[in-house]
């Protein structure tokens, strides 16, 4: 059974070439544009990874982050931030809100997918 990453990303064309590299390398993708998107995922479904913006409509992935390891249901989902915001202070930032993983953007959607399969695997 394939594994399941929820893609929170407001921008449909990241969003969509996210999805693309995902369903390429064998994974099932679910997909929000904003927090109130991806908690509605997320009440239906519990995916295995999500991969998050930190620059959303409304609340920041950031802030989202933090809720959803809050939560006793979503606390143990790896979270990949992506996003184009590249400083020191910002990755520290990113990384201490819960993220298992930083990547700025633009990135390799070759790395990107390895990078998926190797926190996919470590928490197997």
Request: charged share 30%; net charge negative.
């Given at each position: ?9 407001d ?61 006793g ?19 520290v ?32």
């Amino acid at each position: 059974m394939p594994a399941k990453i929820l893609i929170v990303e407001d921008d449909p064309a990241v969003r969509d070439m996210i999805g693309f590299v995902l369903r390429q390398n064998d994974y099932e993708t679910l997909e929000a544009a904003d927090a109130e998107q991806a908690r509605a995922c997320l009440a239906e479904s519990v995916p295995d990874m999500i991969l998050m913006d930190w620059m959303l409509p409304g609340m920041s992935g950031v802030e989202l982050i933090r809720q959803l390891k809050q939560d006793g249901l979503t606390r143990d989902i790896p979270v990949v931030l992506l996003t184009a915001r590249g400083e020191e202070d910002d990755k520290v930032r990113g990384l201490e809100c819960g993220a298992e993983d930083y990547v700025t953007k633009p990135f390799s959607p070759r790395e990107l997918a390895a990078r998926i399969k190797v926190i996919l695997r470590r928490v197997a």
